[in-house]
């Protein structure tokens, strides 16, 4: 399996990479993992819904 650090995913993925490390924090990044201070995640990973966003219901 190949991991991409936050740097890259924040570039891929279009969000900062505090973000991303505070994600991995909170589980919400399946299959990262810290290696020392460093965050590694899946190349494949899924980024994660926004929970931040109400998202509209259909009427």
């Keep these: 399996m190949e991991y991409s650090t936050t740097t890259e995913i924040s570039k891929e993925w279009n969000i900062s990479s505090r973000r991303i490390g505070t994600l991995c924090t909170e ?33």
């Excluded at 290696?35 to 009427?59: N, Q, V, Y």
């Design 27 to 59: 589980g919400r990044i399946e299959g990262a993992i810290k290696k020392g201070k460093m965050w590694l995640i899946p190349s494949d990973a899924k980024k994660p819904e926004d929970g931040r966003l109400k998202k509209k219901s259909e009427k």
